[in-house]
């Protein structure tokens, strides 16, 4: 019997199921607003008259706001990661260039003024299309003819696109690798989580954590990319049968980890050896230290079940040693002969830089800021190690090869630089912990035998970490950023040179007649080392300071006293020396100007062009 009509549910729009309001998709938004907010920055940057703290007190608020609004783009964009991961990678290229295109787009000279000596070794290759790898170079030059790949690839690049030099691309040489290098570093971490919130997480980390300026158009940069390609591949197609064990059951696996790649055979690990061959000649080509980082990396992983396969490891150090000992011997039995002072000088060899203290209140304050972001990375990853123990059991491979360069603070200080290299290279590593530490897992909560009882605690505990979460993601990101601005622009002042003085600089050398030698406070300023292969060079300062303040007490007769007799020789003093010297510490306030004013009145030299950015004198009695 049909129901009375007032026991029947009412017809009307109530008893319809309601429709969810579906909002416009936002997330281009702020991304197209934050790179508007940069780009009404640029023309406001004060580079031209940067004082104490470089860059940090000329970008305009607007650039800082940009920042913020491209971080909260990027998390807006981490909630969509797992359908549309072209998000974040959007806002990932967009940090890049926030960051690091300032310099390219505005400089008018060469930044770093010590990259211009690659561009001096280009134009020696282009003029005399050969290399003289025994030859004594001056300036500590002769390791670029005996490890030349990179500068024989830019003296093709140049041919290619038909420029004057490759000073004309060099200050886009951070934007263009570190495009290069965001889909080697996804490919990596892709092999150990499904998770793309954690991916791009990961790289987003990379990026404001790396602040070391090892990505200027140098081999550095160049091996950099490469060895973390070859690693990529190692991590995805060496493993072994049989060694992934529990790894390939998803109970036992973090919910955001990857399941171990398939295992390979011997033969398809044979091609793959002979796939990465020439990436590895391409890297002994290019870098001295690198080849260096990637057989300890391959060792480090062969004391894996998953990964233990000599063979790669044995192609890799005999490719090194056989460049060693052939294009690189003269380096190399140099070093050799030094590893007897530096074997276990762990103090010595970690320290930054090869003299002095950094002094002013900018370098003051980038030295301090990236010695706590190093702390900062190093405790997020050691708190995602721990407390994500099943990622960190599936990701151990990675965390071997950021702990892998670690054994190299024993061998040697490479220059002053040891301590920025193995931060450079453990980086990939401890970016992708540092995100684990902040990204929570996602799934359901999976438990071992013997877990009855525990799901709501797990439950609970799980959204307790994601509340952390969401405050401390945002939290990080934009400490992270402000640590990067300082750490990476605090000394901007050293890095930048006016035209004018540049091109002093080229007249001074272009009259210097062959076999002259060439005197400096420090080799760090642009075109210091034009002509490299026709001339000598002393840089005179690059010492200890008690030594230089010796020096300073008389520093024509010092000076004369070293120049050989019967030699031609010029004094070059510029502002840039002038900043860089005081800014690293190596000569005390106001030395440089007494430098310069002494040098100027003594009789032993002469003045042969002088303006408020320099003065370049001649070695001789005033006429």
């Given at each position: 019997m049909k129901p009375a009509a007032d026991h029947e549910p009412p017809a009307d729009d109530t008893a319809r199921p309601r429709r969810r309001l579906s909002l416009p998709d936002l997330t281009w938004l702020p991304l197209l607003l934050g790179?508007?907010?940069?780009?009404?920055?640029?023309?406001?940057?004060?580079?031209?008259?940067?004082?104490?703290?470089?860059?940090?007190?000329?970008?305009?608020a607007v650039y800082y706001v940009s920042l913020l609004v491209l971080t909260g783009g990027f998390l807006l964009g981490l909630r969509r990661a797992g359908t549309a991961p072209w998000w974040p990678a959007a806002y990932c290229v967009g940090l890049l260039f926030a960051l690091k295109a300032p310099p390219a787009v505005l400089y008018d000279s060469v930044r770093y003024p010590w990259a211009s000596k690659h561009d001096a070794v280009i134009d020696m290759l282009l003029a005399n299309g050969e290399l003289r790898p025994n030859a004594a170079l001056s300036g500590n030059m002769s390791a670029y003819d005996q490890w030349p790949g990179f500068f024989s690839l830019n003296a093709a690049l140049v041919r290619a696109?038909?420029?004057?030099?490759?000073?004309?691309?060099?200050?886009?040489?951070?934007?263009?690798?570190?495009?290069?290098?965001?889909?080697?570093?996804?490919?990596?971490y892709r092999t150990f989580t499904e998770d793309w919130r954690l991916v791009w997480t990961a790289v987003w980390i990379f990026q404001l954590a790396n602040w070391v300026g090892q990505d200027y158009l140098a081999p550095q940069g160049f091996a950099y990319i490469l060895h973390l390609t070859v690693l990529a591949v190692v991590l995805r197609h060496f493993v072994l049968p049989g060694s992934a064990g529990r790894l390939r059951d998803r109970t036992w696996l973090d919910p955001a980890a990857a399941t171990v790649p398939p295992p390979t055979g011997r033969r398809q690990r044979a091609v793959c050896v002979l796939i990465l061959a020439p990436l590895i000649v391409a890297i002994n080509a290019a870098h001295q230290l690198t080849p260096v980082m990637l057989c300890a990396s391959l060792f480090a992983l062969s004391l894996t079940r998953r990964y233990r396969n000599?063979?790669?490891?044995?192609?890799?150090?005999?490719?090194?040693?056989?460049?060693?000992?052939?294009?690189?011997?003269?380096?190399?039995?140099?070093?050799?002969?030094?590893?007897?002072?530096?074997?276990?000088?762990?103090?010595?060899?970690?320290?930054?830089?090869?003299?002095?203290?950094?002094t002013g209140p900018g370098p003051e304050l980038g030295g301090r800021t990236s010695v706590l972001m190093v702390l900062a990375i190093a405790a997020l990853a050691a708190v995602a190690v721990f407390a994500r123990r099943?990622?960190?059991?599936?990701?151990?491979?990675?965390?071997?090869?950021?702990?892998?360069?670690?054994?190299?603070?024993?061998?040697?200080?490479?220059?002053?630089?040891?301590?920025?290299?193995?931060?450079?290279?453990?980086?990939?590593?401890?970016?992708?912990?540092?995100?684990?530490?902040?990204?929570?897992?996602?799934g359901a909560i999976r438990g071992t035998k013997g877990t009855k009882g525990t799901t709501g605690t797990?439950?609970?505990?799980?959204?307790?970490?994601?509340?952390?979460?969401?405050?401390?993601?945002?939290?990080?990101?934009?400490?992270?950023?402000?640590?990067?601005?300082?750490?990476?622009?605090g000394k901007e002042k050293m890095y930048y040179t006016a035209p004018v003085e540049t091109a002093m600089v080229t007249r001074a050398i272009?009259?210097?007649?062959?076999?002259?030698?060439?005197?400096?406070?420090t080799g760090s300023f642009p075109r210091a080392l034009h002509r490299y292969d026709q001339l000598e060079h002393w840089f005179f300062a690059e010492q200890e300071l008690p030594e230089n303040e010796k020096m300073l007490a008389d520093p024509a007769r010092y000076l004369a006293d070293g120049?050989?007799?019967?030699?031609?020789?010029?004094?070059?003093?510029?502002?840039?020396?002038?900043?860089?010297?005081?800014?690293?510490?190596?000569?005390?306030?106001?030395?440089?100007?007494?430098?310069?004013?002494?040098?100027?009145?003594?009789?032993?030299?002469?003045?042969?062009?002088?303006?408020p950015y320099g003065v370049v004198l001649a070695y001789g009695p005033r006429s």
């Open positions: 790179l508007g907010l940069w780009a009404y920055a640029l023309p406001r940057i004060g580079f031209r008259t940067m004082g104490d703290y470089g860059l940090l007190d000329r970008l305009p696109f038909g420029v004057d030099s490759a000073a004309s691309y060099l200050n886009w040489a951070p934007v263009v690798l570190g495009l290069l290098l965001m889909p080697v570093l996804v490919l990596l000599y063979g790669l490891l044995v192609v890799a150090g005999l490719l090194m040693l056989t460049w060693d000992l052939t294009m690189g011997r003269p380096l190399f039995t140099e070093t050799l002969s030094t590893l007897r002072e530096s074997i276990g000088e762990l103090t010595r060899n970690s320290r930054a830089g090869y003299a002095g203290q950094l099943r990622l960190t059991r599936s990701a151990l491979p990675l965390l071997l090869v950021s702990v892998a360069p670690l054994p190299l603070f024993a061998v040697n200080d490479y220059g002053g630089e040891m301590l920025f290299r193995v931060y450079l290279f453990g980086l990939p590593g401890a970016a992708f912990f540092a995100a684990a530490a902040l990204v929570p897992a996602t797990s439950a609970r505990a799980k959204a307790v970490r994601r509340r952390i979460a969401a405050v401390a993601l945002p939290v990080v990101l934009v400490a992270l950023a402000a640590g990067f601005l300082p750490s990476y622009y272009d009259r210097a007649p062959d076999g002259a030698l060439i005197l400096a406070a120049i050989p007799p019967g030699t031609r020789a010029y004094v070059v003093l510029t502002r840039t020396q002038d900043v860089y010297t005081a800014g690293e510490g190596l000569l005390p306030p106001g030395g440089f100007s007494a430098l310069r004013s002494r040098l100027s009145a003594s009789p032993l030299f002469t003045v042969v062009e002088e303006h």
